[in-house]
Structures are given as C-alpha cells and as structure tokens.
C-alpha cells in the first residue's frame, strides 16, 4: 500500500513550483483555480500524457490555503484500497488526495470511490481530485469504467490543453528547463539561437511538457557552444519530417508551410486509418477531440 502513495507537505515544495502562462487558453485555466480549490467537490482533470496534469492539482492544493499541516496525497493506479479517504475525512483532515490516471483503477476501487463521493457531504473534507488522459465516456460505454463514478467526478472538469496548443508558452517554458538543466548539469546557457527558436516553436510535441523537458536536458548535456543552437535539439519525429517531400510547400512563410505539413501529414494518417479518427489519434498520440479541430482548421476532407 504504501508504495502507491506518496505525501507532501503544502511548503518550500510548491513555493519553487512555477507555473508559466503566456498563452490565453493558459492563463484563463490558472485564472478558475481559485474557484475550483475553494469548492468541496471533486476536480477531474483531463489532458494528454506529459501536459502537467500533477502541476495543476498541486496548484490546486495550494490555493486551497489550509496550512502548512495540510497534506497532498498522491495516490497511483495501483492503489487497491481508498479506506484512508474516510479516515481522513473522519479525523477532519483538510487534506488533498490526488488519484493519477483513474481510468486504471480497478472496477472494485471505482464503486468504493463512487460510493466515498457519493455518501460524503458537500461540505466533506478531504478534497478529492483525479486525472486522466482517457475518453472516460468511451470506457463507461464499453463497461471499463464506472458510470456512477463519472457521474460524480463531472461536476467539475479541468482540461488541460497540450503543449501543441500553447504556443506562446513554449519558448519561455524551455528557456526555463534550460536554466533548470543547466543548473542541475553545472552547464549554465545563456539561450537559444533564432534558428532554434522556430525548431521548438514549429514541433508538435506530442510528449507535451515532460518530451520537452527531456530534449531541454539532452540538448544542455550534449551542446558544445555558450547557448543552444537548432542542431542541439534533437525531436522525437524530427528525421520522418525532414524527409517528406516538400514540393507541395507553396506558402514559403513558417506559419503556412507548418499548417501545409500538418494537412499532409494528417490526411495521410487518416487515410491510413481508414478515417478512424480514435485510431489516428492514438498513432499521432493525440486526443481524438484535437483531430476533430485540426480537420476543421486546416479544412481536411476525405478526398483531400
């Protein structure tokens, strides 16, 4: 049990934590916080893999401003047993349990959860808040997960966007990995070059946050020069993209060449699938609600 959960203390820990927000889509999800850590209902936040779902629900907890002695539990999908939620809320703790990926609990664990939710007070502690980066409609419809539970976890939903939908966000959120990395590596940078500028602006990032963490990290590890050139970064689908053809390329500005690769290289993933769309979203490893807008924005149809 006690190794799927881990505890931290409202402190110097979320103190360090930035959060950085120059995009308006991000800056209107931070702005709600405050509402949301002052309700007693549950919070489900939905969002990609790596798109800082955790962030979100420490923020969450330390906006709820209940004191040093109030704890943050993080609970994994591999938790069996959710009997501490009614102990806590016995003992009137104003703790935050936090539960990663609640599609992967078993089906025993949501009704116990469903039923915690269900038979606790509005004005109950503890506060509960889960994540998922999972179509939770699909799974009730396909009996993998628990109707009453989605039920009660829907009254409040969080959606954080992906890295991809953040453009602003994305320079400033790597300029402070690279501080980061450069400091934890004793390798300190002074910033990117404008070539790799628009190499990190153009990409997908289909890791979200933590993919860019990690090239910020690799990137750092590997650079030979007094700040980060586009050579130094090296992007998980780098090499398919620099190898399709770009003759069809006929708006030579960044912005349009990008959307005309985004079209392409889309319209040949659903093609592939067979206009599947749940299954191009799974091979590009994005949400099937993203498909739906990108084929509406750069106007994608099936006989593209």
């Given at each position: 049990m006690q190794g799927h959960?881990?505890?931290?203390?409202?402190?110097?820990?979320?103190?360090?934590?930035?959060?950085?927000?120059?995009?308006?889509?991000?800056?209107?999800?931070?702005?709600?916080?405050?509402?949301?850590?002052a309700s007693p209902l549950p919070v489900l936040i939905r969002g990609e893999l790596g798109s800082g779902r955790d962030t979100i629900a420490k923020e969450i907890h330390k906006r709820r401003g209940v004191g040093e002695n109030s704890r943050f539990v993080r609970i994994k999908?591999?938790?069996?047993?959710?009997?501490?939620l009614s102990e806590s809320a016995f003992e009137g703790r104003t703790d935050t349990f936090y539960l990663e990926e609640v599609s992967l609990l078993t089906k025993d664990v949501q009704q116990n959860l469903a039923s915690f939710l269900r038979n606790t007070s509005s004005r109950s502690i503890p506060k509960v808040i889960v994540s998922t980066s999972k179509d939770l409609e699909s799974s009730v419809k396909k009996s993998l997960f628990d109707s009453k539970l989605l039920s009660s976890l829907s009254r409040i939903i969080i959606t954080v966007p992906p890295l991809r939908e953040r453009e602003k966000d994305i320079v400033p959120l790597a300029e402070k990995f690279?501080?980061?990395?450069?400091?934890?590596?004793?390798k300190p940078l002074s910033g990117f070059s404008q070539a790799a500028i628009e190499k990190l602006q153009s990409y997908w990032w289909p890791g979200n946050l933590r993919e860019l963490r990690l090239v910020m990290e690799r990137a750092v590890l590997f650079s030979k020069g007094s700040r980060l050139e586009a050579g130094d970064i090296v992007l998980q689908c780098e090499k398919s993209a620099a190898d399709m053809p770009l003759d069809f390329v006929t708006d030579k500005?960044?912005?349009?060449?990008?959307?005309?690769?985004?079209?392409?290289?889309?319209?040949?993933?659903?093609?592939?699938?067979g206009w599947n769309k749940a299954e191009a979203a799974r091979v590009l490893g994005i949400q099937r609600t993203y498909i739906f807008k990108l084929i509406d924005e750069l106007g994608i149809s099936r006989n593209s």
């Amino acid at each position: 049990m006690q190794g799927h959960i881990a505890v931290f203390r409202q402190c110097a820990f979320f103190m360090n934590m930035e959060l950085i927000a120059q995009s308006l889509r991000y800056k209107k999800l931070l702005a709600a916080l405050g509402d949301v850590a002052a309700s007693p209902l549950p919070v489900l936040i939905r969002g990609e893999l790596g798109s800082g779902r955790d962030t979100i629900a420490k923020e969450i907890h330390k906006r709820r401003g209940v004191g040093e002695n109030s704890r943050f539990v993080r609970i994994k999908p591999a938790c069996s047993d959710i009997s501490f939620l009614s102990e806590s809320a016995f003992e009137g703790r104003t703790d935050t349990f936090y539960l990663e990926e609640v599609s992967l609990l078993t089906k025993d664990v949501q009704q116990n959860l469903a039923s915690f939710l269900r038979n606790t007070s509005s004005r109950s502690i503890p506060k509960v808040i889960v994540s998922t980066s999972k179509d939770l409609e699909s799974s009730v419809k396909k009996s993998l997960f628990d109707s009453k539970l989605l039920s009660s976890l829907s009254r409040i939903i969080i959606t954080v966007p992906p890295l991809r939908e953040r453009e602003k966000d994305i320079v400033p959120l790597a300029e402070k990995f690279l501080a980061d990395c450069g400091n934890d590596l004793n390798k300190p940078l002074s910033g990117f070059s404008q070539a790799a500028i628009e190499k990190l602006q153009s990409y997908w990032w289909p890791g979200n946050l933590r993919e860019l963490r990690l090239v910020m990290e690799r990137a750092v590890l590997f650079s030979k020069g007094s700040r980060l050139e586009a050579g130094d970064i090296v992007l998980q689908c780098e090499k398919s993209a620099a190898d399709m053809p770009l003759d069809f390329v006929t708006d030579k500005t960044l912005h349009g060449a990008i959307n005309m690769f985004k079209k392409k290289y889309l319209s040949q993933i659903l093609d592939e699938s067979g206009w599947n769309k749940a299954e191009a979203a799974r091979v590009l490893g994005i949400q099937r609600t993203y498909i739906f807008k990108l084929i509406d924005e750069l106007g994608i149809s099936r006989n593209s």
